[in-house]
């Protein structure tokens, strides 16, 4: 059935007002994702029994929603990446579930992983590791499609097209190497193969962090084009939180593991209802001259997601941290109970709307008083 | 001063800056350093004129993206690159040694006493089978001749200094046993271990967290305002550049094309180039709107365009443009720019 209903489309009919994929509807939410875990097991006992072990996702849940770009921000070792790449199974969860348009990814009766593969795709930060060094451009480009039935003459002809649609001029570009190209171009490159399938999401694993500042606009703005042209749905990953909110309709915002906070960008940014989430948002660096951050929010390095604290894992650094965030782990749960379904703004929080309520007050102040 | 040829432009302006700073406070003076890579076939002009000055306690930052030779010139200053394959031509003027004339044994005076250096990398900076503290101590040796004990207890003292926790403990740790952060902390001690009077920083901050990074940002103001070093941060972030710096230096394929105070560069930039960079930074305020990015990307520098290197680029860009590199116009005591088409900017 599944097989059925990607035979039907024509290969090449790269551009469609309407996906005839789409199943659920608007409404139904692209991906899904519940209660996803992963644990790096890096020492076992005599009985192979695990003693301490990476907690890299610890209970996941979250929806992308048809049409939108969805942002994860956080710190290293906050479970961004080990996400997104639980998301195209090239880890394997060990527990949770992973639902595309409605269909359980590789459990029976679901998508197989090929066939979600086809519809998620996935651009990388280190654009020169992505490709193959030995295929020029166009061949990493139609290796793809051709992987998947198309035939080497269409595959090519697929390349070319999209080598012009992301800025490349096709006869200039097409026989070049990798090593022949700049980092921008190269993330290009990364780009038009990872559309190359007519994927329906694509996951952006921090892939504008390695380039320079400038080239960093010209590959947003592309990014934002071949959104509105294909219809694509963005899981957009970096740790930049400036770029996250110009880009994502949502935010996530993950810690160790976990998710401590979501909701709408601008909602999030504007009234942090985490006390992390506001303490990523004072350390990034001011751009008023008069205006120099004068104490760093956090202290210390992130912990690792080795040991974990009981209760709330944020609280042996957060400056509001009372008894009960030490005893009992918060649930992300939603600021307002009225708010709509996906839109709601939530935090994993016991003080959330106290956090939230601090919005205008300066974080400096909050840490010396 | 050598007879001024096209491509040391920037001499004029920096001439102010120089007689305005009496001989005693001014601690770096560079001129038109140029820096080639050669190989068989290829030669990369990595830096093509630069001239810079720091007074003593002064923070400089030098601006600028991958392959502007903004990390060729720091390194430079210490005379790290690979001898056999650079050729540097120019002057460069520290504490009032010439660098480029420095001999071997000379050099390793100069190197961690009167300048020292910071990387992006800690962990390549120490090497793994040492604990941390040994390795400070042996700097310290090194330099000021004393014995091991007080190498170590000199380390201590460091490390307290750049506010590591429970220093005496971390003093036996290996590299592999810090955080970024920590390790970052280590390295600045250890650079600060003969009390330079230059401090180079190579983009201490890139491979940190936003939450560690203003940690370090914060840490390294302090200690040169405590210790009244002189800085050279090189960076690519405009937000670090304005948390850390005096003074901004906009580097661009191999020159500088700006320079002025932390104000007139972020709040009036002049350059077309300083300007494309502010305006292509992404912010909430732009959302649902175009960035402006700047089109293209930089020359490659084994074979840059004859006039200004921004040209191909830049909006403004003439006929003159194209054939001639722009000389610096002095726009303030600080500030001035390299560009024909500074009025229309």
Same mark, same amino acid.
């Given at each position: 059935?599944?097989?059925?209903?990607?035979?039907?489309?024509?290969?090449?009919?790269?551009?469609?007002?309407?996906?005839?994929?789409?199943?659920?509807?608007?409404?139904?939410?692209?991906?899904?994702?519940?209660?996803?875990?992963?644990?790096?097991?890096?020492?076992?006992?005599?009985?192979?029994?695990?003693?301490?072990?990476?907690?890299?996702?610890?209970?996941?849940?979250?929806?992308?929603?048809?049409?939108?770009?969805?942002?994860?921000?956080?710190?290293?070792?906050?479970?961004?990446?080990?996400?997104?790449?639980?998301?195209?199974?090239?880890?394997?969860?060990?527990?949770?579930?992973?639902?595309?348009?409605?269909?359980?990814?590789?459990?029976?009766?679901?998508?197989?992983?090929?066939?979600?593969?086809?519809?998620?795709?996935?651009?990388?930060?280190?654009?020169?590791?992505?490709?193959?060094?030995?295929?020029?451009?166009?061949?990493?480009?139609?290796?793809?499609?051709?992987?998947?039935?198309?035939?080497?003459?269409?595959?090519?002809?697929?390349?070319?097209?999209?080598?012009?649609?992301?800025?490349?001029?096709?006869?200039?570009?097409?026989?070049?190497?990798?090593?022949?190209?700049?980092?921008?171009?190269?993330?290009?490159?990364?780009?038009?193969?990872?559309?190359? !399938?007519?994927?329906?999401?694509?996951?952006?694993?921090?892939?504008? +962090? =390695?380039?320079?500042?400038?080239? *960093?606009? @010209?590959? &947003?703005?592309?990014?934002?084009?071949?959104?509105?042209?294909?219809?694509?749905?963005?899981?957009?990953?970096?740790?930049?939180?400036?770029?996250?909110?110009?880009?994502?309709?949502?935010?996530?915002?993950?810690?160790?593991?976990?998710?401590?906070?979501?909701?709408?960008?601008?909602?999030?940014?504007?009234?942090?209802?985490?006390?992390?989430?506001?303490?990523?948002?004072?350390?990034?660096?001011?751009?008023?001259?008069?205006?120099?951050?004068?104490?760093?929010?956090?202290?210390?390095?992130?912990?690792?997601?080795?040991?974990?604290?009981?209760?709330?894992?944020?609280?042996?650094?957060?400056?509001?941290?009372?008894?009960?965030?030490?005893?009992?782990?918060?649930?992300?749960?939603? !600021?307002?109970?009225?708010?709509?379904?996906?839109?709601?703004?939530? +935090? =994993?929080?016991?003080?959330?709307? *106290?956090? @939230?309520? &601090?919005?205008?007050?300066?974080?400096?102040?909050?840490?010396?008083? | 001063?050598?007879?001024?040829?096209?491509?040391?432009?920037?001499?004029?302006?920096?001439?102010?800056?120089?007689?305005?700073?009496?001989?005693?406070?001014?601690?770096?003076?560079?001129?038109?350093?140029?820096?080639?890579?050669?190989?068989?076939?290829?030669?990369?002009?990595?830096?093509?004129?630069?001239?810079?000055?720091?007074?003593?306690?002064?923070?400089?930052?030098?601006?600028?993206?991958?392959?502007?030779?903004?990390?060729?010139?720091?390194?430079?200053?210490?005379?790290?690159?690979?001898?056999?394959?650079?050729?540097?031509?120019?002057?460069?003027?520290?504490?009032?040694?010439?660098?480029?004339?420095?001999?071997?044994?000379?050099?390793?005076?100069?190197?961690?006493?009167?300048?020292?250096?910071?990387?992006?990398?800690?962990?390549?900076?120490?090497?793994?089978?040492?604990?941390?503290?040994?390795?400070?101590?042996?700097?310290?040796?090194?330099?000021?001749?004393?014995?091991?004990?007080?190498?170590?207890?000199?380390?201590?003292?460091?490390?307290?200094?750049?506010?590591?926790?429970?220093?005496?403990?971390?003093?036996?740790?290996?590299?592999?046993?810090?955080?970024?952060?920590?390790?970052?902390?280590?390295?600045?001690?250890?650079?600060?271990?003969?009390?330079?009077?230059?401090?180079?920083?190579?983009?201490?901050?890139?491979?940190?967290?936003?939450?560690?990074?203003?940690?370090?940002?914060?840490?390294?103001?302090?200690?040169?305002?405590?210790?009244?070093?002189?800085?050279?941060?090189?960076?690519?972030?405009?937000?670090?550049?304005?948390?850390?710096?005096?003074?901004?230096?906009?580097?661009?394929?191999?020159?500088?094309?700006?320079?002025?105070?932390?104000?007139?560069?972020?709040?009036?930039?002049?350059?077309?180039?300083?300007?494309?960079?502010?305006?292509?930074?992404?912010?909430?305020?732009?959302?649902?709107?175009?960035?402006?990015?700047?089109?293209?990307?930089?020359?490659?520098?084994?074979?840059?365009?004859?006039?200004?290197?921004?040209?191909?680029?830049?909006?403004?860009?003439?006929?003159?443009?194209?054939?001639?590199?722009?000389?610096?116009?002095?726009?303030?005591?600080?500030?001035?720019?390299?560009?024909?088409?500074?009025?229309?900017?």
């Amino acid at each position: 059935m599944n097989a059925e209903r990607v035979s039907v489309e024509s290969p090449l009919a790269l551009k469609k007002p309407l996906d005839s994929r789409d199943r659920g509807g608007a409404a139904q939410p692209l991906l899904s994702v519940k209660a996803l875990r992963k644990h790096f097991v890096i020492k076992k006992d005599f009985f192979g029994r695990p003693v301490s072990q990476v907690h890299a996702v610890d209970g996941v849940d979250f929806d992308v929603l048809k049409g939108e770009t969805l942002g994860i921000v956080g710190e290293s070792g906050c479970g961004k990446s080990t996400t997104a790449r639980l998301l195209m199974q090239l880890l394997t969860p060990d527990a949770g579930e992973v639902i595309f348009d409605g269909d359980p990814v590789g459990k029976p009766g679901g998508l197989s992983i090929r066939e979600m593969r086809r519809q998620v795709q996935m651009v990388f930060q280190n654009s020169y590791a992505s490709l193959n060094p030995r295929m020029s451009v166009e061949e990493s480009i139609a290796f793809g499609p051709q992987v998947h039935g198309l035939g080497k003459k269409e595959a090519n002809t697929r390349a070319r097209k999209l080598l012009d649609q992301v800025g490349l001029l096709p006869n200039q570009f097409a026989s070049r190497y990798p090593h022949e190209l700049s980092g921008g171009q190269r993330q290009r490159v990364n780009i038009a193969r990872a559309l190359a !399938l007519e994927p329906r999401l694509l996951i952006l694993d921090e892939a504008v +962090s =390695a380039l320079d500042k400038s080239v *960093e606009a @010209q590959v &947003l703005n592309l990014l934002i084009d071949l959104k509105q042209e294909y219809g694509l749905t963005y899981l957009f990953i970096s740790h930049d939180l400036n770029v996250v909110r110009y880009i994502s309709d949502r935010v996530m915002v993950m810690y160790l593991g976990r998710v401590a906070e979501m909701g709408e960008s601008e909602s999030l940014y504007n009234a942090p209802a985490h006390p992390y989430t506001r303490a990523l948002m004072s350390a990034m660096p001011s751009m008023d001259p008069d205006n120099r951050t004068q104490v760093a929010p956090l202290a210390g390095d992130p912990p690792n997601p080795i040991d974990l604290p009981p209760g709330c894992r944020f609280c042996p650094r957060c400056s509001m941290a009372v008894d009960k965030c030490r005893e009992e782990e918060p649930e992300l749960a939603p !600021l307002h109970a009225m708010q709509a379904g996906h839109l709601q703004h939530r +935090s =994993a929080c016991w003080r959330a709307g *106290e956090v @939230q309520a &601090l919005a205008s007050t300066p974080i400096a102040e909050e840490i010396t008083s | 001063m050598t007879a001024p040829s096209p491509v040391d432009y920037q001499t004029i302006p920096d001439q102010a800056h120089r007689a305005a700073a009496t001989k005693s406070e001014q601690l770096v003076d560079v001129q038109n350093l140029k820096v080639h890579f050669r190989s068989p076939g290829r030669c990369v002009q990595a830096v093509n004129g630069v001239d810079l000055t720091l007074a003593k306690g002064e923070v400089l930052t030098i601006l600028g993206e991958s392959g502007s030779g903004k990390s060729v010139t720091l390194r430079a200053l210490m005379r790290l690159l690979p001898e056999r394959r650079t050729s540097i031509e120019g002057h460069i003027n520290v504490a009032g040694q010439d660098v480029l004339k420095m001999s071997r044994r000379e050099l390793s005076a100069y190197r961690g006493f009167t300048t020292s250096m910071i990387f992006q990398e800690p962990m390549l900076a120490f090497d793994p089978v040492f604990r941390i503290g040994d390795q400070i101590a042996e700097t310290v040796c090194r330099h000021e001749g004393v014995s091991h004990a007080e190498g170590l207890a000199r380390a201590l003292e460091l490390f307290e200094l750049v506010r590591i926790p429970s220093a005496k403990r971390r003093l036996s740790n290996y590299p592999h046993e810090m955080s970024g952060g920590m390790s970052q902390r280590a390295m600045i001690a250890l650079a600060l271990s003969c009390r330079p009077r230059l401090l180079l920083a190579d983009e201490p901050t890139t491979a940190l967290d936003a939450t560690v990074q203003i940690q370090i940002l914060l840490l390294l103001r302090d200690l040169q305002r405590e210790l009244g070093m002189s800085v050279i941060f090189v960076t690519h972030d405009m937000g670090v550049a304005n948390e850390i710096s005096d003074r901004i230096a906009v580097m661009y394929a191999g020159r500088v094309v700006e320079t002025g105070s932390v104000d007139e560069i972020i709040r009036a930039p002049r350059h077309p180039y300083t300007v494309g960079l502010m305006q292509s930074r992404a912010s909430g305020e732009l959302k649902g709107e175009r960035l402006s990015a700047i089109p293209g990307s930089p020359p490659d520098m084994a074979s840059p365009p004859p006039g200004c290197a921004f040209a191909p680029r830049c909006s403004l860009a003439t006929e003159e443009c194209q054939q001639n590199v722009p000389p610096a116009k002095v726009l303030g005591q600080q500030h001035w720019a390299a560009c024909w088409k500074l009025e229309g900017v």
